[in-house]
């Protein structure tokens, strides 16, 4: 069954996207391999790739194996059917250099994606008060002008000092959203992620496509406990109207920015389609309070396993 | 629970390499042996349900519902249910909707797993089904290969040793040396764990469950009654493949469950004295028992390490019973009634899951007189 033409032709079209270098998560080396593959040993590692994908690769050879170490693809043969066929499969090779910021799970950081006005900020602020006690919210860095109802999450610099600081590596995840009106940059700084941390937080932060690859690929992927948020619809275009609805009646933004944001927002939403592997949790904001307690359900189930109480059981 | 479901009569056939006996054989014999240990007759249950995952792939047998009613005289209803290593907590769940609702009063609850009949190369791909068929199983790894993959992760991230996880299998060995039932009746010391042969570093032979055949039945009614109640059945799902999950050492979907079923059973963690834990290998039962909150994440294996009011898999578990996959679900459930019943104890809890805890299935059961 495995060797079926539709199958292989299938598994080929997954192929190219997995071309790229990644880092080794984990590792093993199945001593007997199942029906259907070579009896040797094959040595099997969980792969984060360069774009945030997690793949269970192949990692041919002897030589010694470690969390954290590149791997860089190869095709390889990797079978010859009884007809003859020969197999060509990506294997993942180790280089030397072990990514340092990979050797240690730093922690996690929530992010939240959506198209813009799908309510990202609104959320934020209601689950950061929520849960207050074990999330804080990372401060945006950001080139565009102080507009009339922003909130407390701006720090405003120029656009020279921003890229300055991007090109120092203090801003890790960076992102320039285009719009006709103005430059806009918008970032995150790592000493302000690290230092929630320390508080013994989890910074949450809100992201677009650019800036939660960015985050992944500095903090790795397992990091990142990834929430997107759609608005309600069964498809696109519902879901692109309830945005402009949304837009139009929180009246913050002139028509003409409106419509940046909206075709915006249509990139995003395509986004979400072509990196499912990039969300770990997708919610819809339909009713904003149940969303609120399932969302902080389900992230106080990750970043708090024992509630307080629970832990004087034993 | 909506209403009272007991739990009125339990049956197993030993787990083991039963050459000797077909899926059928098996089948027959649990849900005699359930039947007899019950008040009902065979008249009374009216309704079958069938926990099984490979029997189309070796013995060549699927339909197994009507397989199974046509072992009783009157042929009652019947359906089969799938949720890999958690097919047999699922029929229970699947019993315990179908008594809520007053569709059935007396529900045969029967899993069976046949799985010696096929080499160990066609068992590991069979049991493959329970990964992502597109995602893990290109890669030619095996359920060792992903547990490897889990405690390798754990291993690094909490610096758990090779000596801390063969406590595990030791405990569970020592525990089966009473269980008439079990698939390895021998105390096997830390030193032999360590140093078995590897199956898929940093697991050995002696870290896995072993492959098995044997079947397991009870019968759950909400007209007869009995000391035992199930007092909570609650299921989570997660996603199949590994790849996609934010944490390698850690099971959302047994998080969720059991959150799901201490508020039904309306209990907390200190009032359970007995658990059957689904160690599938040694280091999925302590990950469970910090996804089940009795312990901190990279903590678990110290309740193997000292006494605590709580006893784990006192039946030898998944390592030391054997392991015939859609059994285990169902004999989990009869083992911690039977700890209940002989301890007086009244609160017990059974875990099992599916695949790399991609379906996690709780039940809480009770003891009236504990």
Redesign the interface.
């Known amino acids: 069954m495995a060797n079926s033409a539709p199958l292989i032709a299938r598994a080929q079209k997954q192929r190219s996207e997995n071309m790229q270098e990644g880092v080794i998560l984990s590792y093993t080396t199945v001593h007997n391999p199942p029906e259907g593959f070579p009896s040797s040993p094959r040595r099997v590692a969980l792969i984060e790739l360069a774009d945030g994908k997690k793949v269970m690769g192949l990692v041919p050879g002897n030589a010694p194996l470690a969390i954290g170490l590149r791997v860089l693809p190869r095709m390889r043969m990797t079978q010859v059917s009884r007809q003859g066929l020969r197999r060509y499969e990506i294997c993942y090779e180790a280089v030397e250099s072990v990514r340092e910021k990979q050797e240690k799970f730093p922690g996690y950081i929530i992010a939240l994606t959506g198209p813009s006005g799908v309510g990202k900020s609104t959320v934020n602020k209601l689950l950061t008060n929520v849960v207050s006690d074990y999330v804080q919210h990372v401060p945006i860095m950001t080139t565009r002008n102080r507009k009339k109802g922003d909130g407390k999450e701006y720090r405003y610099v120029s656009t020279e000092q921003f890229l300055e600081l991007k090109n120092r590596g203090e801003i890790i995840a960076a992102t320039e959203i285009p719009s006709r009106s103005e430059k806009r940059w918008y970032g995150y700084r790592a000493s302000d992620i690290e230092a929630i941390w320390e508080q013994g937080k989890v910074p949450t932060v809100i992201t677009e496509m650019q800036l939660l690859q960015d985050l992944a690929r500095h903090y790795g992927r397992t990091s990142i406990l990834s929430c997107g948020l759609l608005p309600p619809g069964q498809n696109k275009r519902v879901m692109l109207s309830q945005l402009l609805h949304r837009l139009r009646n929180r009246g913050r933004d002139t028509e003409e920015s409106i419509q940046d944001r909206l075709r915006n927002a249509e990139e995003d939403l395509k986004f979400f389609d072509e990196r499912k592997d990039l969300f770990d949790f997708v919610f819809v904001n339909e009713d904003l309070d149940a969303l609120i307690g399932k969302m902080k359900d389900c992230i106080l189930s990750f970043i708090k396993p024992l509630a307080p109480q629970q832990e004087t059981t034993l | 629970m909506e209403q009272t479901i007991s739990l009125v009569g339990c049956g197993q056939t030993p787990f083991g390499e039963h050459w000797d006996k077909s899926l059928r054989d098996l089948i027959d014999e649990a849900i005699t042996a359930a039947i007899d240990a019950s008040p009902c007759t065979a008249l009374d249950i009216d309704m079958v349900i069938v926990a099984n995952m490979i029997g189309e792939r070796v013995s060549g047998q699927a339909h197994l519902g009507a397989m199974a009613a046509s072992m009783l005289p009157h042929h009652p209803p019947a359906l089969r249910v799938e949720a890999a290593c958690a097919s047999g907590s699922i029929a229970i769940h699947t019993a315990c909707s179908l008594l809520e609702s007053g569709r059935a009063q007396n529900v045969l609850v029967v899993g069976a797993e046949k799985m010696t009949d096929a ?4 068992i ?2 069979a049991l ?1 089904g329970a990964a992502d068929s ?9 359920f ?2 992903l547990f ?6 754990y291993m ?2 909490y610096g758990l040793t090779r000596e801390d996880l063969s406590c595990v299998s030791e405990a569970h060995h020592r525990n089966a040396v009473q269980n008439p039932f079990a698939q390895f009746r021998k105390e096997v010391p830390a030193q032999q764990i360590s140093a078995s ?7 050995r032979l002696l870290d896995c469950s072993p492959i098995s055949d044997g079947a397991a039945a009870c019968i759950l009614s909400n007209t007869h009654a009995s000391s035992i109640r199930i007092a909570a059945s609650q299921v989570s799902t997660d996603t199949v493949s ?7 050492t ?1 099971f ?1 979907a047994t ?2 469950a059991i ?1 799901k079923a201490l508020k039904e059973a309306g209990v ?3 009032d359970l004295s007995a658990v059957e834990l689904h160690d599938c290998f040694s280091i999925a039962a302590i990950i469970s028992l ?2 089940m ?5 990279g903590t678990g294996v110290q ?1 193997y390490k000292r006494e ?3 006893r784990i898999n006192g039946s030898g578990g998944l390592k030391a019973c054997g392991h015939p996959v859609a059994a285990t679900g169902i004999k989990q459930i009869i083992d911690v009634s039977k700890q209940l019943s002989a301890s007086k104890a009244r609160w017990g809890l059974a875990h099992n899951f599916g695949g790399t805890g991609a379906t996690c299935c709780i039940h809480v059961l009770e003891h009236a007189n504990g």
């Open positions: 080499s160990n190369e066609e590991a791909a493959m597109e995602l893990d199983a290109p890669s030619g790894i095996t060792p290969g490897g993959l889990v405690a390798q992760r690094h991230e042969p590897l199956i898929a570093d940093p697991l590994l790849a996609q999950r934010p944490s390698l850690s959302n998080r969720e959150a907390t963690r200190s910090e996804d909150g009795f312990a901190q994440p309740l605590t009011g709580l």
